[in-house]
């Protein structure tokens, strides 16, 4: 059988919106004629009539967060302890790379209101409707309505989340990774602060992040194209940037199909 692979994963771009301003990431681009003045001084005497049709190297200079794009949070993004106090919350490099290649499932809450939370009811519906059982070590993917909002203006505010309880209900059953096709496994935070100016509620905040200070999982955000998947039957394999104690690195996410 061919194996069919899938990009999941968001482009890094100046072009789509996919951030908060001070989040942004910032690409400069220089072409094969700037790379010319850069690769000059490396070889006293060469000339740019030297180089094939005058050309030297293309490069990039990246302003990044390491949330940016598609990328894993570690359980230290969530919190500086995990099991309930018991130990200090990994980093991303601390992560276990056989968590990355995995089974996948794909759970469809593109009809959720954006700023939803959703459930343990609402993840253990779903499956049952997708029938599938979840095992440990499924990476589940949450398809959610900020899809089809990328490359808008509000991308960011999209989107169902993932509350405390559906979060512990997944890792409860073995499962160590998680993703979404939002900008945070939680509900938008503009709609998260609507709630919380209505109720003074603080439980109600990152409420899904951390429910990791309890059990520690790692999670992906900003995926994309999670609507070609089918809900089962495939393969993910999602390994993040080893970045030294950091709380998340960057990862291209690809799902495989017949593997």
């Known amino acids: 059988m061919t194996t069919r692979f899938i990009d999941i994963s968001m482009p890094i771009t100046n072009d789509v919106l996919t951030d908060p301003p001070a989040l942004r990431p910032h690409i400069t681009y220089s072409d094969h004629q700037d790379g010319v003045g850069q690769m000059l001084p490396f070889f006293p005497g060469l000339t740019r009539q030297d180089l094939p049709d005058g050309e030297a190297w293309a490069v990039e200079e990246v302003r990044l967060s390491t949330h940016s794009g598609s990328h894993m949070d570690a359980p230290w993004h969530f919190h500086s302890t995990t099991d309930n106090g018991a130990r200090a919350a990994p980093t991303i490099d601390e992560a276990p790379l056989d968590l990355f290649w995995r ?9 959720f209101a954006d700023g939803y939370v959703a459930s343990a009811s609402d993840v253990s519906d779903e499956l049952a409707r997708i029938g599938h059982d979840l095992a440990p070590f499924d990476i589940v993917l949450v398809n ?50 609507r709630k919380y100016a209505e109720t003074g509620n603080p439980a109600i905040i990152w409420e899904g992040h951390k429910a990791g200070r309890e059990m520690p999982y790692y999670q ?40």
């Open 103 to 111: 089974p996948g499932v794909k759970l469809d809450f593109r009809h």
């Open 144 to 193: 959610t309505s900020a899809s089809a909002a990328y490359g808008g203006p509000d991308y960011v505010a999209s989107g169902c989340g993932i509350g405390r309880e559906a979060t512990l209900y997944l890792t409860g059953r073995g499962v160590q990774v998680v993703g979404t096709d939002a900008w945070s496994w939680d509900a938008p935070f503009v709609h998260t602060a």
């Open 220 to 259: 992906m955000e900003k995926l994309q194209n999670l609507e070609a998947l089918p809900a089962h039957g495939f393969t993910i394999a999602c390994f993040p940037v080893k970045i030294a104690r950091a709380s998340a690195g960057w990862v291209r996410a690809v799902a495989m199909i017949g593997a």
